[in-house]
């Protein structure tokens, strides 16, 4: 069986501005994307390129599902699951490549 790799991320700006919930197959060259300004939207518009948070699945249901869920979470509960992974707000694309 092969194993499949896909990952709910959040990008921010920095620490007490807006976020960014997607979700990828290839956490390395979506970040890449964002960071070189390749994708139009929403990121683009507010220099929103800071990854902070991510979390991994085997399954593109599991991580479309709770992708749908962050997106309903409150901002000060996405604060809290941020904080926990990543206390300094460090970007954490750095630790990834």
Not at 12 to 33: A, C, K, P
Not at 42 to 63: C, G, P, Q, R
Not at 87 to 97: A, G, I, M, T
């Amino acid at each position: 069986m092969r194993n499949h790799n896909y990952y709910v991320y959040i990008l921010t700006q920095s620490q007490n501005s807006v976020f960014y919930v997607g979700v990828t197959n290839n956490l390395i060259r979506r970040i890449d994307e964002h960071k070189m300004e390749l994708i139009d939207g929403f990121t683009k518009k507010y220099n929103v390129k800071m990854l902070v948070y991510y979390e991994h699945f085997n399954s593109i249901y599991d991580a479309i599902s709770r992708e749908k869920v962050i997106k309903k979470w409150k901002r000060q509960y996405k604060i809290s699951a941020i904080e926990r992974m990543n206390p300094q707000w460090k970007d954490l694309y750095f630790e990834l490549s």
